[in-house]
């Protein structure tokens, strides 16, 4: 049974940077799709970023291009979700799943979820 855990939200300044971790365990990383969602208060949940098991291929949202930046190293198990450049409007909670189309980064094709990451951006 696919199982992930998030790691690594916190509150920042804008400006700011942080670096998120889904840990993947209970089947290898190169198996799946795994995406970065976020969700506001009051708000949809939305894809972030999502990359595909096959070649490593990613999908951005407009809204981080640029800013962030998502990787994956199998020989750990894990997916990582750099951001950099945080602005008030990235505060959410940030959740990492599983999945088998990476592209368009929807949750609807996501079916194993985290338990999530808060991130805070605020002066």
């Known amino acids: 049974q696919l199982q992930l855990v998030e790691s690594g939200g916190g509150l920042v300044q804008p400006g700011g940077s942080l670096r998120l971790s889904c840990a993947v365990s209970?089947?290898?990383?190169?198996?799946?799709?795994i995406g970065w969602f976020r969700q506001a208060p009051g708000k949809e949940r939305e894809g972030v970023s999502c990359?595909?098991?096959?070649?490593?291929?990613?999908y951005y949202a407009d809204s981080v291009k640029g800013r962030f930046t998502i990787s994956r190293d199998n020989a750990k198990n894990t997916v990582y979700l750099q951001l950099n450049s945080l602005k008030p409007e990235d505060t959410a909670v940030y959740y990492c799943?599983?999945?088998?189309?990476?592209?368009?980064?929807?949750?609807?094709?996501?079916?194993?979820w985290g338990q999530g990451t808060r991130v805070t951006v605020s002066s």
């Open positions: 799943a599983g999945g088998l189309d990476f592209r368009p980064c929807v949750p609807k094709d996501f079916h194993s």
């Open positions: 209970g089947i290898t990383l190169d198996y799946y799709d």
């Open positions: 990359i595909s098991n096959h070649n490593g291929s990613t």
